[in-house]
Structures are given as C-alpha cells and as structure tokens.
C-alpha cells in the first residue's frame, strides 16, 4: 500500500482511537504493537480460571460511556456491547451501613439519608447543577487545553455562578463532603471516587473529580463490555481494519527516526525502518517517548529539565479471584453493586493516602472491588463470581506501615502479603469470603508493567492526576496539547490532557492535530458501517 501516511506506536485504546480518526480522514495508518496483542490496558483472559472472564487492567468504563469521542466511532456496529450491574457504587461499613451510587437519583439520594437526613437533598442539588453543567463540562475535558468553546458553553450556563463551580472543582474531597454533607454516606462515596485517581481526601481537585465520577456513573452508569473488557478492543480493531488499517503485533518500537527536526519514521526491534509521510503518533507515556525514542539531544533543555520533575502516579496491585459463589457482603446493599469500595471511613482514606505520601505500604488497604460477573453473567458459570480488587502502593517503598516488612522488591512472599490485606478488609465486611476462592492470580507493579510497558512501575494513569500535573501543565508545564517539540510527532497517550481513563481523548486530539498540519484535498470514501466519510488525499 505504499508509505504509510501515519504510524501510530503503540495498539492501547488511545492508539486505536487516534489510528481510526486518521483512517476515517482517507489516511493510510499502520500501528506497532510491541505485545503480541492489542488493546494495552484493557484487555480480559482467561488466565486466572479457564471457566472465568478476567479484565487484566481496566473493567469499568463510566468514561467510554460519556464520550463523544467514542460515540462517533459507533463500536456498537462492530460487535460492542455493554451492561451494567444493578447498582453503581457500593461503600459497605463495618456496622452495616452502605451508601449505594444507583443511576435513579432518588434512590441515591434516600441512601445518603439514612446517614444523615437532608443530606439526600443535597445530593439531589448536586445532581441538579449536573444536569446543567454536565454535558459542557465532559467536552471541556475532552477537546484539547484551552477548550475554548466547551468554556464559553460551561460559562453561559452557569453565569456569575462559574467561579463557585470552579472552586467547587478544585476542592479536596474531605472539603467537599463536608462543605455539602452532614453524614458520613455522601462524603464516602466522593472520597472514594476520587480515590480511583491518585487523590487522597485532603488532595486539591478531589473533590471535583470524586463528583464527576459520581455523577457519570449516575448518569452513565459503570458499564462492561459483555465478555470482557477485550471486547472494546476487538471493536476498535475490527473498525479500523475494515478502513484499511493495519495492525502489527508483536513489534517493538526502539526508535522514533528525526531528520532535520522531523519525526519521519520508526524503527523496531529488528532494525526494520517503517517510514510515515505525514505523522508518527505515540500511544506511550510522554518520558518514554522523549528519552527512550526519541532521545534527549532532539529536546530543548527546559524539556530535559522538565522530565526530571514529571511526577508518576501511585503504583497498582491488583488481585483477581475466580469465586465459587457471590460474595457474602454482610450488608445486602452491596450485593448488586459492580464497583464495591472497601474502607472503614473518610479517615481511613486519609490515613491510606498518608502512609502512600510517606512511601510506605499501607498497612490497611483501601481497595476498589470489581464484582464483574454481577454486571455481566457471561463472565463465570451460573451462582460464581468473576472478581477483582486493586489497591495502591507507593512507587518508591522506604518502608511497610504493617507487620510484614514488605520493600517494594515484589516476590511471591511480598504479593501473598500485600493480597493478604486486601483479602482480610473484604472478609471484615463478608465473612466467607475467603472461603469462596476457587483461584487467585496476583499482579504486582512489575507484573502489570511486564503486560504493558505503558504501566510504567504500575502507573495506571500515566502521571498523577493532581493539579501540579493537570490541564496546562499535562504532561510538562506550557503542554497540554498533543504536539511535541520534534515536529510531526504528537502525544496520543494519557500521559497527554485530559489524562487517564478509557475515553479516547488523547488519541483522537493527536490524531486531529496531525490532520490539520497537512489540509490535504478531499476525497469521499464509504466507511464500513454505512453513509460516507471525508478523506484526504
């Protein structure tokens, strides 16, 4: 087919998102994937059970679900299918109380009332400046860094009102549940939300983040792919080959080829050079790409400086089991949640994030629990549970808050230990649980790194989500858009704005960008999926 127009580095969802936006644009795109398989964190085996769906990484997506990016891309047409469990968000305590995120607001609201009555009313206030705001505030964070039309949406909707919303964005969320909740349920499940990322209770933007979360998942729901989260991948694959795509795995990227200040091609392992007319675009996080492939003499010092100071998010440990029957959740409530949390309290959080700031391996974990067969029976036999829950360590371990000397080095000894504590907080609130565990894979930081380099010492969102690193200053101060300083090459992971998660952002921002670089002439060409499309030539 000739040289390719791009080159995308890289098959995660970002990637194939940027690959089928260039290849819907008449572009001629080729994608390197160093794994013998696509889809970087999100993809499902077998490998724990083979009677049992497993997501190796990512398994819920409220950010697919609300993304435009996504829902122009149409992956319903190429075999994607969601669903959801019957409730969102559970938050079990020890003395059976339970607020439930559900995606009717009434029922969430007489929930955070049983903790505290009127705090149902303030839930459903929050709800209402949703509505308003929602839709205007999910393109902000989609469309590149300065979303100046989403802004000025944002602004016209909420008037003189827009700095309280901003504030309001930019609290902690132990600040945020206590400026709008007078019990503990309310404040639970922002704190906990936020706690997806990397921002602990007393951390800036927490509370911003905690609510948006709620309110996608109230809206959106946290919805599977039915059959595992590979099923995402496989849609996103199947589009962009029928747009005449390729697809080549098992191929490591070594070197991105600058002449003359231009990115022009790749280079892989096997020395082959796979040159790109127009752009190369990397699906890897931002230090990857600019001092493994690209190299620091092709960066101008501040850049160099810069990388020295990007800071990496807390590393993952995540613990899949293949249950023999549902977990036995003391509180009822629990039951039919897809996303359970596990901790005893706002100031569990606390001390959880504490001892992670302070590099030491907490001693009591707080873990986001995944019952994925509740969401999707098609995951484990008929009265089983296909199940999950990750927790975080520090990056750096300088110590270990439990009675376990655990120092960072991973071995089979420190996985039993760290598996350990996260299986004694579900067995406080299910008492059988352990009982139930058929089988049970371990992925420590390493382990998850091994699976997809992109994770890079167990980073699952390439890069802390604190403010310090976010909008302007993602990945390095004066970014916040996908281009780089080598020209034709652009950022198209989530090392780039808006960050992490499962929507397609990053990728198709780069992918855009390069499109403008070169206005070529239009050619019309029919996608696969019906209507027409404007390409390029």
């Known amino acids: 087919m000739g040289t390719p127009d791009a080159v995308v580095i890289g098959a995660g969802p970002n990637g194939l998102v940027a690959a089928n936006v260039l290849a819907d644009a008449g572009w001629h795109v080729v994608v390197l994937e160093a794994q013998d398989e696509p889809g970087g964190a999100v993809r499902s085996d077998r490998g724990v059970h083979p009677d049992y769906v497993h997501d190796l990484f990512s398994a819920f997506y409220p950010l697919a679900a609300a993304s435009p990016v996504l829902a122009k891309l149409a992956l319903e047409r190429h075999g994607l299918r969601w669903r959801h469990a019957p409730s969102v968000v559970a938050h079990p305590l020890r003395d059976g109380r339970c607020p439930v995120l559900e995606r009717d607001v009434r029922r969430t609201a007489a929930s955070l009332d049983a903790f505290a009555p009127g705090d149902g009313a303030a839930w459903e206030r929050l709800d209402r400046l949703w509505q308003r705001t929602g839709d205007a505030l999910v393109h902000c964070l989609f469309t590149p860094f300065p979303p100046l039309l989403p802004g000025l949406r944002l602004a016209a909707r909420t008037g003189p009102d827009l700095p309280r919303l901003v504030r309001t964005m930019l609290l902690p969320a132990r600040r945020f549940g206590q400026e709008h909740f007078a019990g503990d349920g309310g404040r639970l499940l922002i704190a906990g939300n936020a706690l997806h990322a990397d921002l602990g209770p007393e951390s800036a933007l927490g509370g911003g983040f905690g609510w948006l979360m709620c309110m996608l998942g109230q809206s959106y729901g946290f919805p599977v792919p039915v059959g595992g989260a590979g099923m995402l991948t496989r849609a996103l694959v199947a589009r962009l080959r029928e747009r005449g795509g390729e697809l080549r795995c098992g191929t490591p990227v070594t070197r991105v080829v600058v002449r003359g200040g231009r990115a022009v091609a790749v280079r892989t392992d096997d020395g082959t050079e796979v040159p790109a007319r127009h752009a190369v675009l990397a699906d890897i996080p931002a230090p990857s790409l600019y001092l493994g492939l690209v190299g620091e003499e092709h960066l101008p010092p501040g850049t160099r400086a810069d990388l020295r100071r990007f800071q990496w998010d807390f590393a993952t440990v995540k613990v899949d089991w293949a249950l023999a029957r549902p977990i036995p959740w003391a509180c009822e409530a629990a039951r039919g949640a897809g996303t359970v949390h596990v901790a005893d309290g706002v100031d569990a959080l606390t001390r959880f994030a504490g001892q992670l700031a302070t ?104 890069g802390t989500t604190n403010l310090h ?69």
């Open 359 to 462: 590099e030491h391996v907490p001693d009591v974990p707080f873990s986001v629990l995944g019952q994925m067969t509740t969401a999707d029976p098609s995951r484990s036999p008929a009265g089983t549970e296909s199940a999950w829950a990750y927790t975080h360590v520090p990056q750096h371990v300088s110590g270990d808050a439990g009675p376990d000397g655990i120092e960072g080095r991973w071995d089979e000894r420190e996985k039993e230990a760290i598996a350990g504590r996260v299986e004694a907080g579900i067995e406080r609130l299910a008492p059988g649980f352990r009982a139930a565990i058929a089988a049970r894979r371990i992925l420590a930081p390493p382990d998850l790194e091994r699976r997809d380099a992109a994770l890079v010492g167990g980073a699952v969102n390439q």
């Open 469 to 537: 690193q976010q909008l302007v200053f993602r990945p390095l101060p004066g970014t916040g858009r996908p281009r780089t300083p080598v020209r034709g090459l652009y950022l198209a992971s989530a090392t780039a704005h808006p960050g992490g998660g499962v929507h397609g952002a990053p990728g198709a921002n780069a992918a855009r960008a390069a499109l403008r670089a070169h206005p070529l002439r239009t050619r019309r060409r029919r996608p696969a999926d019906g209507g027409s499309v404007e390409g390029r030539e």
